[in-house]
C-alpha cells in the first residue's frame, strides 16, 4: 500500500489492481472515493485491461485461436510492482508473465502513475509494447465516488454537469454486450440529475461525448470535484442497484457489440500498438 499527501490531500493506493482506494481532503476531511462496501461492490477504482466490458460468450479470437477473458480484464485482479517516486507521485507495474499469455498472448508493459498537485490527482495510463508483435489492448478507468458526499445529504441532491452543450447518447446494455441502436439522454442545462434508477438497466455507455469534463456538484454543499479526461472516446457512467456512489469512467475500449464477430482485431474500440511504441491517457480530479 502507498500513501501520497499534500497539503491539500492524502490518496491510498494498494498494490493488487494498483488500485486507488481513498482519496481525502485535509481540510474536509470528505473521502471522494466510495466505501467499497461488498454488499453493492467490493471495488473502488479498478484499471480494466486489457479489455473494457464484457466479450461475447467472455470470448475472442485472435490468429485462428480462442482465448477467453472475464468482463474488464485480468489487471485489476493482479498484484502490481509499485516505485515511490515521491510524497506526492507513485508508478505501478505489470507485465506479462505465463498466467497473462494463456489468455492474451501479448508482451506488455502497463504503468499505472498517480501525482498529486495541490488540489489535483491525476491517473495515467502508459502503455508499452516490448514484443515483436503488434499489440492489441483496450484501457480503462473505473473510479468510484461517493454520492453523497455529505451524510445528511440524499443521492437525488447531486448532478453531474458536463462542460459541453450536447444531447447524450446512450448506448444499451444487453446481457453486457452494447446494442445496435442508441437512444438520446437530455441534459437540463448541461446537469445530469442522479437518481438511481439511471443505473437499473446496467451502466449508460456514451460514445462521441464533447465534453472533456464533467463535474459532480449539488446545490446543497459546497464539496464536490471536476472530473477531468482528454483522448477517450468511450465514458461509462455507472452504480451498482441503490448504491452511493457513482462511476465516472473514461474508456478506451468498449464491451463487445451483440454482433461481433469475436475476432479481437475487428473489436471496437480496440487499440494497436506497434512494437517499441508506448499509449498514454490521463484523467484527474480536482477536489473542492
Known amino acids: 500500500m502507498i500513501t501520497l499527501q499534500n497539503e491539500k490531500l492524502t490518496a491510498v493506493i494498494v498494490n493488487k489492481g494498483a488500485e486507488l482506494q481513498q482519496l ?54 493482479r498484484q502490481f510492482t509499485p516505485q515511490q517516486i515521491s510524497t506526492t507521485e507513485v508508478v505501478f507495474t505489470l507485465e506479462q508473465d505465463s498466467q497473462t499469455l494463456a489468455v492474451y498472448p501479448f508482451a506488455f508493459t502497463l504503468k499505472l502513475r498517480y501525482q498529486l498537485n495541490h488540489n489535483w490527482l491525476a491517473c495515467t495510463y502508459e502503455v508499452y509494447n516490448p514484443g515483436n508483435d503488434m499489440l492489441l489492448f483496450s484501457v480503462g478507468a473505473h473510479p468510484a465516488f461517493a454520492v453523497p458526499l455529505k451524510k445528511d445529504l ?11 452543450a450536447e444531447t447524450l447518447q446512450r448506448w444499451k446494455l444487453l446481457q453486457g454486450l452494447i446494442a445496435t441502436t442508441s437512444e438520446p439522454v437530455t441534459l437540463d442545462n448541461g446537469r445530469l440529475g442522479l437518481q ?9 455507455v456514451l460514445k462521441n461525448l464533447q465534453s472533456n469534463c464533467i463535474t459532480l456538484a449539488s446545490d446543497k454543499h459546497a464539496s464536490g470535484f471536476n472530473f477531468y479526461f482528454n483522448g477517450f472516446d468511450y465514458f461509462g457512467i ?14 478506451c475500449g468498449i464491451a463487445d457489440s451483440v454482433n461481433h464477430n469475436q475476432q479481437l482485431a475487428d473489436k471496437e474500440g480496440i487499440n ?17
Open 154 to 164: 440524499q443521492y437525488s441532491d447531486y448532478y453531474l454537469e458536463f462542460n459541453k
Open 238 to 251: 455507472w452504480a451498482a442497484k441503490d448504491a452511493p456512489f457513482v462511476c465516472l469512467e473514461p474508456w
Open 196 to 204: 438511481p434508477a439511471l443505473f437499473y438497466e446496467d451502466a449508460m
Open 24 to 77: 481525502i481532503h485535509n481540510d474536509t476531511g470528505i473521502n471522494y472515493m466510495w466505501s467499497g462496501d461488498a454488499a453493492y461492490w467490493g471495488k473502488f477504482s479498478p484499471v480494466l485491461f486489457p479489455i473494457v466490458g464484457g466479450l461475447k460468450n467472455d470470448k475472442y479470437i485472435y490468429k485462428d485461436k480462442v482465448y477467453e477473458l472475464p468482463r474488464h480484464g485480468f489487471a485489476r485482479d
Open 272 to 288: 494497436a500498438l506497434e512494437p517499441g511504441d508506448s499509449f498514454v491517457r490521463t484523467w484527474s480530479v480536482e477536489c473542492f
